[in-house]
């Protein structure tokens, strides 16, 4: 049976692009996903390429069912991991795929990158994904209770509806203490990765570019 294989690709640089990724995509007759993903395997690409791009999703998607319909196995290339805010969420909404033709192929996530970046123990850490815009009223809740219960929070920020300037104000204005340790990673294991260590005070009046992860450190553990 064809199958969809999910691939994640890692943060971004090829250092961290798994072997069973590598595997997995030269096994595909179709890989489709990101130039930047698509660029990570250059050595092992065999079969066609489809240009992911924000506009081509929805069509990209269904082309996948049809080659999967007519015995061609495709490979999806997912940024980070394809379960935290990736394509597996996309894959499995779209209605077009039925479970036993999915597999995935974990990778390496910008959380655990982030994680690993400052030293964070993050097994009780509270993770958030604004991204795309997903910032619902019971999210901006749960991120306050997160907080003031003094829970490290993880989170990807939307660079439009939700960037960190605008988390930072919306906690302070909340009424949490301003002066709470915030690190805001920034284009993780790329060559112009920057780590900014502050407090929630100080990024309320910074910007940052939309490929970054911010932590929220209330505890110091
Ligand atoms: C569509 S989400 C994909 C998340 C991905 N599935 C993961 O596990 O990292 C894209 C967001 O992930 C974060 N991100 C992905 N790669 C990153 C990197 N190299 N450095 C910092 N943040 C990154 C950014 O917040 C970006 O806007």
Same mark, same amino acid.
């Given at each position: !049976?064809?199958?969809?294989?999910?691939?994640?690709?890692? +943060?971004?640089?090829?250092?961290?692009?798994? +072997?069973?990724?590598?595997?997995?995509?030269?096994?595909?007759?179709?890989?489709?996903?990101?130039?930047?993903?698509?660029?990570? *395997?250059?050595?092992?690409?065999?079969?066609?390429?489809?240009?992911?791009?924000?506009?081509?999703?929805?069509?990209?998607?269904?082309?996948?069912?049809?080659?999967?319909?007519?015995?061609?196995?495709?490979?999806?290339?997912?940024?980070?991991?394809?379960?935290?805010?990736?394509?597996?969420?996309?894959?499995?909404?779209?209605?077009?795929?039925?479970? &036993?033709?999915?597999?995935?192929?974990?990778?390496?996530?910008?959380?655990?990158?982030?994680?690993?970046?400052?030293?964070?123990?993050?097994?009780?850490?509270?993770? *958030?994904?604004?991204?795309?815009?997903?910032?619902?009223?019971?999210?901006?809740?749960?991120?306050?209770?997160?907080?003031?219960?003094?829970?490290?929070? !993880?989170?990807?920020?939307?660079?439009?509806? *939700?960037? +960190?300037?605008?988390?930072?104000?919306?906690?302070?204005?909340?009424?949490?203490?301003?002066?709470? +340790?915030?690190?805001?990673? &920034?284009?993780?294991?790329?060559?112009?990765?920057?780590?900014?260590?502050?407090?929630? &005070?100080?990024?309320?009046?910074?910007? *940052?570019?939309?490929?970054?992860? !911010?932590?929220?450190?209330?505890?110091?553990?």
């Amino acid at each position: !049976m064809a199958k969809l294989n999910i691939v994640g690709v890692g +943060p971004g640089s090829p250092d961290y692009v798994t +072997p069973a990724a590598r595997k997995a995509v030269a096994q595909a007759q179709i890989v489709i996903g990101a130039q930047r993903s698509l660029d990570l *395997f250059a050595s092992e690409v065999n079969g066609e390429t489809l240009i992911l791009t924000a506009k081509n999703l929805h069509e990209a998607l269904k082309y996948a069912a049809e080659s999967l319909n007519s015995g061609k196995n495709v490979a999806l290339l997912s940024t980070g991991d394809p379960g935290f805010s990736g394509l597996l969420h996309t894959v499995l909404e779209s209605g077009l795929f039925n479970a &036993e033709n999915i597999t995935v192929t974990p990778g390496v996530s910008s959380i655990q990158a982030c994680a690993a970046k400052i030293a964070l123990n993050w097994d009780t850490t509270c993770l *958030f994904t604004f991204h795309e815009g997903n910032v619902t009223a019971e999210d901006k809740n749960h991120l306050l209770t997160c907080v003031k219960n003094n829970k490290n929070v !993880m989170l990807l920020p939307d660079s439009r509806a *939700f960037p +960190p300037k605008e988390i930072a104000t919306f906690l302070i204005t909340s009424g949490v203490e301003k002066k709470i +340790p915030v690190y805001i990673c &920034e284009n993780l294991t790329l060559e112009n990765e920057k780590i900014t260590s502050s407090t929630l &005070e100080k990024i309320s009046a910074q910007s *940052f570019v939309p490929l970054c992860v !911010m932590v929220i450190k209330p505890n110091s553990k």
